[in-house]
């Protein structure tokens, strides 16, 4: 499977931006997927998974409210609607397809977007 992950830029506080991860070489639908980041100088975090039908969601405290992850499995992509930006929401956004799905996480994260910047001015 390939992800290529693409939205990100440069916003001011308070905008918003959709991110996009679209997959190749697999079969998408069979797939959970997440959204991680990685800020300068920081380990990479867990931003948001979704089931592979798109029934399900979870989200890391800091983004609830802000940031919605969404799925069209006719088109092979994976979204993350990101509003409300703050600064410290500035990080390399990546995608990753999820191996064993359970309620406090997936088994394994296997394949990885190449990530795409998303900076954020006060």
């Known amino acids: 499977v390939q992800l290529q992950a693409f939205g990100g830029g440069l916003v001011q506080a308070g905008g918003s931006l959709r991110l996009s991860c679209a997959a190749s070489g697999g079969t998408f639908s069979n797939y959970p997927m997440g959204w991680f980041r990685q800020a300068p100088g920081k380990e990479r975090e867990f931003v948001a998974r979704?089931?592979?039908?798109?029934?399900?969601?979870y989200y890391v405290d800091s983004v609830k409210g802000r940031f919605t992850i969404s799925r069209d499995n006719a088109k092979n992509t994976v979204y993350l609607q990101v509003s409300s930006l703050k600064p410290e929401d500035t990080a390399v956004y990546y995608c990753?397809?999820?191996?064993?799905?359970?309620?406090?996480?997936?088994?394994?994260?296997?394949?990885w977007g190449q990530g795409t910047l998303v900076t954020v001015s006060s």
């Open positions: 979704i089931s592979s039908s798109g029934g399900r969601t």
């Open positions: 990753a397809t999820c191996i064993g799905w359970r309620i406090l996480g997936c088994d394994e994260y296997r394949y």
